[in-house]
């Protein structure tokens, strides 16, 4: 069985200020990591994914994340945020052939 | 040009009577998707179909149930509706299982 924890379900950061949400993730086969985010009154849209390669991986709107396999994580990072970032946030895996499981999301709130 | 598309974005009915939601997908992908998010914003899967075939059927009530008329639709109806059917439904696609998900916009079901 797999799971996804977000053990921050509410994350208050004030504008320019830099952000991360964190995600750790169990799951006894290799697995595929997304974050996406949602909008107010908005569908779910992909941030960035890990597949396989470089740890690091560079999504849309100056977000970044970096698998950590060791420790089992995959944290969402932006050095700076903006007010327009305010939304919630999801992690999510796929293992094996199996569908996305997603994690209980966390609301970023940027603060003028 | 939408990836995918829901219809309608907002639906208020009443308890017992029996709906339906429209998802269509242009991207050509082979796998469709339908999940539930409820109040507390946590999103699970309830079907996926692949080339007109149901692949994954979670622990829904048999109330819901999914139609594909081709690769490109996957409708989901529901009878006798209920008040805890009140969420946001979520249609998505991927090119096949096991690989990142598109979403849909949303239908925000309210059952009064």
């Known amino acids: 069985a797999q799971s996804v924890t977000q053990l921050d379900s509410q994350v208050p950061v004030f504008e320019e200020a830099p952000v991360e949400l964190r995600c750790n993730y169990s799951?006894?086969?290799?697995?595929?990591l997304f974050w996406y985010v949602q909008y107010p009154n908005q569908g779910l849209q992909l941030l960035l994914k890990?597949?396989?390669?470089?740890?690091l991986v560079k999504g849309i709107n100056g977000f970044e994340a970096e698998f950590n396999k060791s420790q089992t994580s995959f944290h969402l990072r932006k050095p700076s945020v903006h007010i327009s970032d305010t939304a919630e946030y999801f992690c999510a895996l796929i293992a094996g052939a199996n569908n996305l499981f997603f994690g209980t999301g966390t609301r970023l709130t940027v603060i003028p | 040009d939408t990836a995918v598309s829901q219809t309608p974005k907002y639906l208020v009915t009443q308890m017992g009577n029996d709906k339906s939601i429209k998802c269509e997908q242009n991207?050509?992908?082979?796998?469709m998707y339908w999940y539930k998010q409820d109040s507390k914003k946590f999103l699970k899967i309830m079907f996926s179909?692949?080339?007109?075939?149901?692949?994954i059927n979670e622990t829904v009530p048999n109330r819901f149930s999914p139609k594909s008329p081709d690769k490109a639709h996957l409708n989901l109806h529901i009878n006798s509706l209920e008040l805890g059917d009140s969420a946001v439904y979520f249609c998505?696609?991927?090119?096949?299982?096991?690989?990142?998900?598109?979403f849909g916009p949303g239908t925000r079901l309210t059952v009064t």
């Open positions: 179909y692949n080339n007109k075939e149901l692949i």
């Open positions: 998505a696609s991927s090119v096949r299982e096991g690989n990142e998900q598109y």
């Open positions: 890990y597949l396989s390669g470089s740890t």
């Open positions: 799951s006894s086969v290799s697995v595929y």
């Open positions: 991207l050509g992908h082979d796998t």
